[in-house]
């Protein structure tokens, strides 16, 4: 399934959150966005997903405009996991998994969509926890939750807003790799908004970096995340080295303008 943004713009009132952004997703493709805070990273997300409705531009999946699909339709093709979600019902977790399972049989499940679902959280590790109130759980485990209900929705397209928001540095890795292997090997698409240029580089495709609503560069990681990049998206000098050919970033000091146009330190971290 190809997924197509096209110029697209929103705004919150008066400010104007995203302009003229235009990407393009193919099958078996692992997308970055990362910038700074403010950017527009969730908010275009929320957009593709029909969360929001973008006052300019068109989103087409395989050259169908969302706005003419039905939710539940979208809701077959599309996988979205939000940065937090605040539970208003308690649930357990093999419920709250279950619930990904609606856009493909409506109120009833079967045997079937529960063997699904015990898959899915034997795949992600938390299937100690399938009878605990969601509710209960800690950030990390609610967040591996939240991934399982999207991936048992078996989406052509995953939207991961800071998927390991929460997570500390082992399950980081060990939650990426099982969406990299999915992605792979479903041959679904994937769009990650995400902070951490590391794990950025390391596992998508192709990066877009967002500054200001708008897109800065676009590209496979080596072209952007660049030293000058780093610099002028997130004032902060950064080293930039290369781990078995994808950049690894090390960043060295905070600068920020004077005023005339200018760079200079902060302060010094080394």
Known sequence: MKLKVKDVEFSYGSVLVLKDVSIELTASEMLGVVGPNGAGKSTLLRCIDRILKPQRGDILLDGQDIKEMHLMEL?????YIPQSTSQIFPATVFDTVLMGRRPHLGWRSSEKDAEKVLEILQMLDIEEFAMRDINELSGGQQQKVFIARALTQE??????????????????????????????????????AIHDLNLASRYADRIVMM???????????????????????????AEVNNNNGKPYIVPIRHIRQNGKGTCENKWNMQ
Do not use: C
């Not at 980081?172 to 990650?192: F, G």
């Open 155 to 192: 989406p052509e397209i995953l939207l991961l807003d800071e998927p390991t928001s929460n997570l500390d540095i082992r399950h980081q890795l060990e939650v990426m790799d099982i969406i990299k292997n999915i992605v792979r090997e479903k041959r679904i698409s994937a769009i990650m």
């Open 211 to 237: 500054n200001s609503g708008k897109i800065f560069a676009a590209g496979n990681p080596v072209s952007v995340l660049t030293p000058d990049n780093i610099k002028w998206v997130y004032g902060v000098e």
């Open 75 to 79: 809701a077959r093709k599309m996988g």
